[in-house]
C-alpha cells in the first residue's frame, strides 16, 4: 500500500501545476459553495432577527379609506378611530392581552441645547412596551401614572440620545418637542431595519398637545391564540366584523381597515426566502458542477497524456486494475487534499465573519440594524457536498482511466 | 521456449492489411536469434506477438509450452512480467522516474517493496556500469546510458525471454556495439535474447537469423 502512495505523490508532484488547476476547481467550487450558502443563512437570520422587534401575535390595525358605498354612505370616505372607538374595541376585540392606541406625528422637531433632530414620535399606552420587544436601556418606559397625569415625559432612542446629549446624563433632561417642553424619562432599545426609531410619549399627553381632533389612525394590540395562518385569517376575519359594524363599511372592503399582524408577514417573508435559498443552492450546485467538470477535464487531459506510460508500465507487467487504481487514487487524493482546503477556507471565512457580528457593540449606532446574523452552513451541508466532489471525482478519474486502460498495450506504446 | 505454428495477423485499420500470412518458428531457451526484414515486413508485429502486446488472428503460439491465446489483459501483464523482459528502439523510460525507480519498476508490478526493489536494482545498475547514475533523470543521460538502463529493466525480473526492437536503431554505431555485446553477454548467461533490426552488422553477432518478407519467413540462416 505503501508503494502506490509513493506511486501517486509522485505523478502529482510531477504534473504540479495540473495538481494545482484541478485542486483549484475543486477547492473554489466548494469554498463559494459554502460562502453562498452562508450568505443566504446570513440574510436570512438577519431578517428574521428584525422580525423580534415585534412580539409573536402583534396585530395592528390601519384606518383607511372605503371603496365600497355601505348602508347609504358613499365610498372614499375617510376612516379613523375616534377616543370612543378606541375604548370600545378595547372591550370588543377577543384574545386582547396587550392593547395600545398608537398616535404617531410625524416629523417632529426635538432639540437639546444647539442640537436637534427631526423624527417620528409616537403617542401610546404603557402596553405598548411588549407589542414591541422594546427593551429599556436605562430610566423607565411610560407608565399607568404619565397616563393618568398626562405627564410630559419622552422615551428616546439611543441613535438620537447619541445626537442630542453626546456624554450628558440624559434621564431627567428636559428636550424640546416641536417647543413643547418634555422630560427624558428612559432610553429603549429596539433594532429593525423596518423603520426609524421612534421617540415614545404618553398617548393621552400626544392627544393634548399635538392632535386636536382626538381622532387616531393606528391600535396595536397583543392577542393569545393567533399562531397559525388559519388562526390568523380566523382573527382577521372577526376584527372585520366588529369594526366593520362599528365604523359603517362593507365586510367585504379591502381598503378600509388596513391589518399587520406579525404572523403574516413572517410568513410572506419566509416564502421569499424560501425562492432566496433555491437560487442560493442553484448557484451552489452549479459552481460545485463546474468544478466537477474541472475535474473531469483535466483527468481526461491527464489520462490521455500518459497512455503512453501506461504501455510501458503494461510491458513491464502492470495489470489494468493496478493503474485504474493508481489513476483513481490520485484523482480522490486531489479532490479529498483540495476539497478539505476550500471547505477550510470557507469555514473559517464564514465563521469569522460571523464572530466579527456577534462580537460589534451594539445599542448605539445606525449599524446595529443588521442585515446580515450569524452567516454560517450546517457542517452536514458541507460535508455532503464534499462527499459529492468526492465520487464526482472518483468517477471523473475512473472514465478516462478505463478506457486508457482497455486499448492495446501496443497501441497504448506506440501513443503520442 | 518459443513455438509458433501458422500465426496470421491482418490490421484493420482502413483497408485491411494482411502483415503476418503464417509463421512457423521454433525457438529453443537460451538462442540469440534476429529478425530481419524490410520495413513493413511484419517483423516488429512478429515481436509484438512474442511479447503479448498484441494478439494474433489465426495459428497456435506456445510459450514455454503454454499457450498463448486470448486471454484477458490482466493475465497477458502477469506473464509478461514473469516471462519477458523488452528492450525498445526509443527506450521507453518514465521521464519522471529516477534511472533506479525505472529499473526498479517491474519489481513493483510483482509485489517487491520498496527497499528490495532498489537494493535489487542498484544491483543490476552496477552491472551494467550505471551504478553513478542511480538517481539522474532520464533526460539527463546519453542515448547509450538510457539504454543500457532499459537492459537493466528488462532483466531484473529474471525473464525467460530477452525482446529488442531496433535497440540499436537511435544510437551511433560505437554504443550499438556495447549494447550487442551487452545482448550477448546476456544470451551467455542462458536467457533467450530475440532482437528485431533491419542492420546486417546486428543481425551478423547472433547465432540465428529469421528473415521476413511480406510477412513470411523466406529464409533461416544459422550463423554459429
Known amino acids: ?416 | 521456449m518459443i513455438q509458433l505454428t501458422n500465426i496470421h495477423k491482418t490490421y484493420y485499420t482502413g483497408a485491411p492489411l494482411h502483415v503476418l500470412k503464417g509463421i512457423d518458428l521454433t525457438i529453443e531457451k537460451g538462442e540469440f536469434v534476429s529478425i530481419m526484414g524490410a520495413s513493413g515486413s511484419g517483423k516488429s508485429t512478429l515481436l509484438n506477438i512474442l511479447g503479448m502486446l498484441d494478439t494474433y488472428d489465426k495459428g497456435t503460439y506456445l510459450l514455454d509450452g503454454r499457450l498463448i491465446t486470448e486471454m484477458n489483459e490482466t493475465k497477458a501483464a502477469r506473464l509478461r512480467n514473469q516471462y519477458i523482459g523488452f528492450v525498445f528502439q526509443s527506450f521507453n523510460l518514465i521521464n519522471f522516474k529516477t534511472a533506479l525507480e525505472n529499473v526498479a519498476l517491474p519489481l513493483y508490478y510483482r509485489g517487491i517493496g520498496r527497499k528490495e526493489r532498489n537494493r535489487t536494482a542498484l544491483e543490476y545498475l552496477d552491472k551494467l556500469d550505471l551504478r553513478d547514475w542511480a538517481n539522474h533523470m532520464p533526460n539527463e543521460l546519453s542515448g547509450g546510458q538510457k539504454q543500457r538502463i532499459a537492459i537493466a529493466r528488462a532483466l531484473i525480473a529474471k525473464p525467460h525471454v530477452v525482446l529488442a526492437d531496433e535497440p540499436t536503431g537511435a544510437l551511433d554505431s560505437v554504443t550499438s556495439q556495447e549494447v550487442i555485446n551487452i545482448l550477448r553477454s546476456i544470451n551467455a548467461e542462458g536467457l533467450t535474447v530475440i532482437v528485431v533490426t533491419h542492420a546486417a552488422e546486428i543481425s551478423a553477432q547472433t547465432d540465428k537469423i529469421i528473415h521476413l518478407k511480406d510477412g513470411m519467413i523466406s529464409e533461416i540462416i544459422s550463423n554459429k
Open chain 1, 1 to 416: 500500500m505503501k508503494n502506490i502512495w509513493y506511486e501517486i505523490f509522485l505523478a502529482m508532484r510531477t504534473n504540479k501545476l495540473r495538481t494545482i488547476l484541478t485542486g483549484f476547481s475543486v477547492a473554489w467550487g466548494i469554498f463559494i459553495l459554502i460562502v453562498l450558502l452562508a450568505s443566504g443563512n446570513g440574510l436570512k437570520n438577519g431578517v428574521q432577527k428584525n422580525f423580534d422587534y415585534m412580539a409573536k401575535n402583534t396585530v395592528s390595525i390601519y384606518a383607511g379609506t372605503t371603496s365600497m358605498p355601505y348602508n347609504g354612505l358613499q365610498s372614499g370616505r375617510r376612516l379613523s378611530f375616534s377616543p370612543q372607538d378606541v375604548d370600545f374595541f378595547k372591550h370588543h376585540f377577543p384574545n386582547i392581552i396587550d392593547y395600545s392606541p398608537v398616535y404617531r406625528s410625524w416629523n417632529t422637531n426635538i432639540s437639546f441645547g444647539k442640537e436637534s433632530v427631526n423624527t417620528v414620535i409616537f403617542g401610546v399606552e404603557p402596553g405598548y412596551k411588549t407589542l414591541r420587544t422594546t427593551k429599556i436601556k436605562q430610566g423607565r418606559f411610560i407608565n399607568e401614572i404619565d397616563i393618568a397625569e398626562q405627564r410630559k415625559v419622552i422615551i428616546l432612542h439611543p441613535n438620537f440620545v447619541q445626537t442630542l446629549f453626546r456624554d450628558v446624563e440624559v434621564t431627567g433632561q428636559y428636550v424640546l418637542v416641536n417647543d413643547v417642553p418634555f422630560q427624558v424619562a428612559g432610553v429603549y432599545e429596539e433594532s429593525s431595519i423596518f423603520r426609524t426609531p421612534p421617540a415614545y410619549i404618553p398617548f393621552n399627553t400626544a392627544q393634548a398637545v399635538f392632535n386636536s381632533s382626538k381622532f387616531i389612525d393606528e391600535i396595536a394590540f397583543n392577542v393569545t391564540g393567533v399562531e397559525t395562518k388559519e388562526e390568523s385569517d380566523k382573527y382577521r376575519k372577526e376584527l372585520t366584523r366588529i369594526l366593520s359594524s362599528r365604523m359603517q363599511f362593507s365586510p367585504e372592503d379591502q381598503h378600509a381597515i388596513w391589518f399587520n399582524d406579525r404572523i403574516s408577514s413572517y410568513r410572506e417573508t419566509q416564502q421569499i426566502f424560501s425562492v432566496i435559498s433555491i437560487f442560493v443552492w442553484i448557484i451552489g450546485i452549479a459552481t460545485l458542477m463546474a468544478g466537477i467538470v474541472g475535474i473531469s477535464n483535466i483527468m481526461v487531459i491527464t489520462v490521455k497524456e500518459r497512455t503512453h506510460e501506461f504501455g510501458i508500465r503494461k510491458a513491464l507487467g502492470a495489470t489494468p486494475a493496478s493503474i485504474l487504481k493508481a489513476v483513481v487514487l490520485e484523482s480522490l487524493v486531489i479532490t479529498l487534499m483540495f476539497g478539505y482546503i476550500g471547505m477550510t477556507l470557507g469555514v473559517f471565512i464564514t465563521e469569522t465573519a460571523s464572530a466579527l457580528m456577534a462580537k460589534k457593540p451594539t445599542g448605539n449606532s445606525h449599524e446595529d440594524m443588521t442585515v446580515f446574523v450569524n452567516p454560517t452552513v450546517d457542517i452536514n451541508i458541507v460535508l455532503g457536498a464534499m462527499t459529492v466532489l468526492v465520487i464526482a471525482g472518483i468517477i471523473a478519474g475512473y472514465i478516462p482511466a478505463k478506457r486508457a486502460v482497455s486499448i492495446k498495450p501496443i497501441e497504448a506504446l506506440s501513443f503520442k
